[in-house]
């Protein structure tokens, strides 16, 4: 079982000195201008005993807002099997860095390659790394790749319907470089082919697109492929993994690149993050894909072994023969994920996201009769629709009223891009229960009326 930690002894600390040479704290640190370092620590208060400081964290705990929660925009409130968290904070697993040594890891390198092998069946791809930061840096990562492949050209095609903060981090990510972002415009909350087609041309390197897309419509991409390769462009597909039990993968599209993130496989929302992207390609794509990617082998011995394969990152060649300088995978998030899918199954994975989707639909449906809610779309939808209160005004003050009911109603798409003024994404999974769909119709007819 894994210890508190516990603060070191003067006579440890002397004992760690000794072995290294040095006399003290101050001379291990001599690297530090003096200007900069802190000789005393009178201002911090006494240490107080671990029970203290464990009532003082619960008393803080106890100050946030608990409720009905209807957030998504790319983090969601599934049911994560209990076995899940016990299993994934077992000390063996929870280490405090990512091990490269294949003689001594071959749990975590074996986890990893389990990860790459699920995401691959999941998206309909040849080859996954080990994973990436989260969804909007697999996006980046993704542009990159197809900047790569493709190094006449200087514009992207994004869809309207990305998220917002993916277009942030690939603007952050391209700001140093010639790359154009040229926006596909949306009908009815979706891209159609014949406004793609209108914008392809030579220069074109990539499309990117997102599908349930930021207002949680399921887009139809048929003859997109074949558009895209027809002028040597990269087709890449956003997607969260979990609508991918009842809806086409990235691969049945045709798509060059799949990304997306794994936070809905067992990873709780925890404020925002951490979570894991995955990034996963056809096998031509192999040598561009970034970061780390574990691989099956054997042994002197003739046993099964497990390797990292590809390390085309500037850690461990030349710098201008990088994929990437992404330095690093959520190792830790991907078993998790990994841990999720092997208890759940496919099947686990199709229930989900079939009963959100029957409850999304429950709540759609029940909210046409609450004034002053209007659908935004009518596009298909799964397990996330998106309504329309009006204004900013009107979209904050209605969530505001449901969080005094103990309901987090939604995300104010406005608050991520202000053409979105009075729209609000209303997720809905499995996890929630008929009795709690119905209290949110109640809550919403109070506030609004």
């Given at each position: 079982m894994m210890n508190p930690y516990s603060v070191p002894t003067s006579e440890e600390k002397s004992v760690m000195l000794k072995a290294i040479g040095l006399?003290?704290?101050?001379?291990?640190f001599s690297d530090i201008p003096s200007h900069l370092y802190l000789e005393s620590c009178t201002d911090i208060p006494q240490g107080v005993s671990e029970y203290e400081a464990l009532r003082h964290l619960e008393s803080l705990a106890e100050m946030n807002t608990l409720g009905v929660s209807y957030l998504g925009c790319g983090s969601?409130?599934?049911i994560i099997p209990s076995a899940v968290s016990h299993l994934s904070s077992l000390p063996s697993f929870l280490t405090a860095y990512t091990p490269y040594q294949p003689e001594v890891s071959q749990g975590t390198l074996q986890a990893i390659f389990e990860y790459q092998t699920m995401i691959c069946e999941i998206t309909g791809m040849d080859v996954s790394n080990a994973s990436l930061?989260?969804?909007h840096t697999a996006a980046s990562e993704a542009v990159v790749m197809a900047r790569n492949a493709k190094r006449?050209?200087?514009?992207?095609?994004?869809s309207e319907t990305i998220h917002p903060n993916t277009?942030?981090?690939i603007k952050t990510h391209m700001s140093h470089s010639d790359l154009q972002i040229q926006t596909i415009a949306a009908n009815d909350g979706v891209v159609k082919l014949a406004d793609l087609e209108a914008m392809l041309s030579p220069e074109v390197i990539g499309v990117l697109v997102q599908s349930p897309n930021i207002y949680g419509c399921v887009e139809d991409y048929s003859g997109f492929a074949d558009r895209i390769h027809a002028h040597k462009a990269m087709f890449i597909i956003s997607s969260d993994p979990m609508a991918l039990g009842v809806i086409p993968s990235q691969g049945d599209w045709g798509a060059d690149i799949a990304i997306g993130d794994i936070q809905p496989f067992g990873i709780p929302t925890c404020f925002g993050g951490p979570s894991a992207g995955y990034i996963a390609v056809h096998e031509k794509l192999l040598r561009k894909l970034p970061g780390r990617i574990v691989g099956e082998s054997t042994d002197s011995s003739g046993r099964r072994a497990f390797v990292l394969t590809l390390q085309a990152r500037e850690q461990h060649i030349k710098r201008e023969r990088a994929t990437s300088n992404i330095c690093s995978n959520q190792a830790q998030v991907a078993l998790t994920a990994s841990m999720y899918l092997s208890l759940t199954g496919w099947n686990g994975v199709r229930e989900a996201a079939v009963q959100s989707l029957t409850k999304a639909h429950f709540l759609y449906e029940a909210l046409q009769s609450v004034s002053s809610i209007e659908p935004a779309f009518s596009s298909p939808f799964i397990g996330e629709f998106t309504i329309d209160l009006g204004s900013a005004?009107?979209?904050g003050a209605f969530l505001s009223g449901m969080r005094e009911h103990g309901i987090f109603a939604g995300v104010h798409l406005g608050e991520l891009d202000a053409s979105m003024a009075g729209l609000i994404a209303v997720s809905v999974t499995e996890k929630r229960t008929k009795a709690e769909l119905e209290q949110y119709v109640h809550s919403a007819q109070e506030v609004l009326s």
């Open positions: 006399s003290s704290i101050r001379e291990l969601y409130d599934h930061y989260d969804g006449k050209g200087n514009i992207l095609l994004v277009l942030s981090v005004e009107q979209a």
